[in-house]
């Protein structure tokens, strides 16, 4: 079988969640974990969220077919520079922050625009954190695609791994 290797920078609740619902819906899906807090990509691999955790954003998110900025946003301008250079070209990237502006500026500063479809999963909890993450968080719930300007082929990759994710719908909005 082969897999598809998807990078999370980010494992609290909305990254955690995605990753254990591509667990639970996909056997052919591999997760690549980074996140700040060691006891979370300790967690992570221990209940098998994530098959490799990573101490830092490095050349191991090359081999990514889809990569999650799941961090906070503050955080997006960080982490884009870092993966700037050791992003394949073949990978797609999105995020499921709910502000785009400051994202959408760093993606094109940093030339990944060709690479970026932003992303808002509507769902959420009103607690934080990779213990509160569940597989089913997504279950029927909207996806939402904002400014997509990838080629409508690759659009439609992305919207087809998301459904066969639990999601109930993919939608196109603007900012």
Not at 69 to 74: G, K, N
């Amino acid at each position: 079988m082969s897999y598809i290797t998807c990078g999370f920078i980010g494992l609290g609740l909305i990254g955690g969640s995605i990753a254990k619902a591509l667990k639970a819906f996909r056997r052919d899906v591999r997760i690549l974990a980074f996140d700040t807090n060691k006891e979370t990509l300790a967690l992570a691999l221990k209940e098998g969220i994530a098959d490799e955790a990573v101490s830092s954003i490095n050349e191991r998110f090359s081999a990514c077919d889809y990569l999650f900025l799941c961090a906070p946003v503050s955080n997006n301008d960080k982490n884009l520079t870092a993966i700037k250079e050791i992003l394949s070209p073949d990978c797609i990237l999105t995020d499921v922050g709910s502000v785009k502006s400051t994202t959408f500026r760093c993606v094109e500063e940093t030339g990944l625009s060709p690479y970026f479809i932003g992303g808002h999963p509507m769902a959420g909890r009103e607690l934080s954190g990779i213990d509160n993450s569940r597989a089913d968080l997504f279950d029927g719930a909207s996806m939402i695609f904002v400014n997509v300007n990838a080629d409508e082929s690759v659009f439609g990759r992305v919207k087809e791994f998301f459904l066969s994710a639990g999601f109930g719908r993919a939608e196109v909005t603007t900012a």
